[in-house]
């Protein structure tokens, strides 16, 4: 089955610093990566995906990831972290189980931008 | 605001019940998805309906259930509750079935059986 795995359970960042948040990923066939953040009380935004083409995906709120075959990896980054970045990140995968689109997620990242 | 909307917010009921959560989808997208995310088991796929049509099955417990209307909005049902089906229900929906769709999330209904 297709999965994900966030090792981290909490990124802290100082304001300012670069964030990054890591996903790695297990799948047969070509991978469909998905970046979601939840913040509290609040419902899942998508933040960007990769199917295919440029290793470097660029999304919502000056977040991007790259794509590394070699490695498994999706990791979501972004320059210049703020405060209001602090949230719950999940990475979740295509699962083609059946063909169809159900997503697998990760158990996510909580992400603490400190001031 | 993804554009995807979800009633009731909140939930409380007592073990033993039956509530209905209720999704109204984008405008356009064909396809819903239910997902529970609870703090031990995480976020985890449910079921998916496109067009009206069940498509794909998760870990959905055989005391929930779920339907796809007509006018594309969706109903989860989950009868004889227990306290471990307190959790954040969401529904998604995308536009098609495809592996590139990106799903567009509710923002979820909390359910708390007492």
């Known amino acids: 089955a297709q999965s994900v795995a966030q090792p981290e359970d909490q990124v802290n960042v100082a304001e300012g610093n670069p964030l990054t948040v890591k996903c790695t990923y297990s799948?047969?066939?070509?991978?469909?990566l998905f970046w979601y953040v939840q913040y509290p009380n609040r419902g899942l935004q998508f933040l960007l995906k990769?199917?295919?083409?440029?290793?470097l995906v660029k999304g919502s709120y000056g977040f991007e990831a790259e794509f590394n075959k070699s490695q498994t990896s999706f990791h979501l980054k972004k320059p210049s972290a703020l405060v209001s970045d602090s949230a719950l990140y999940f990475c979740a995968v295509r699962d083609i189980r059946d063909g169809n689109n159900r997503l697998a997620f990760g158990k996510g990242n909580q992400v603490v931008v400190i001031p | 605001d993804s554009g995807v909307t979800q009633t009731p917010k909140h939930l409380i009921t007592a073990t033993g019940q039956r509530v209905t959560l209720r999704c109204s989808p984008r405008?356009?997208?064909?396809?819903v998805y239910w997902y529970q995310q609870s703090l031990d088991q995480g976020l985890q796929f449910l079921i998916q309906?496109?067009?009206?049509?069940?498509?794909a099955k998760g870990n959905i417990l055989e005391r929930f259930s779920a339907q796809q209307f007509p006018d594309l909005h969706s109903e989860l049902n989950l009868s004889s509750l227990e306290l471990g089906d307190s959790a954040l229900y969401f529904c998604a929906s995308s536009v098609a079935s495809f592996g590139t769709d990106t799903q567009y999330f509710g923002p979820g209904t909390r359910l708390t059986v007492l």
């Open positions: 405008s356009g997208d064909l396809s």
């Open positions: 799948v047969s066939g070509n991978p469909y």
């Open positions: 309906y496109y067009n009206g049509e069940e498509r």
């Open positions: 990769y199917i295919t083409g440029d290793n």
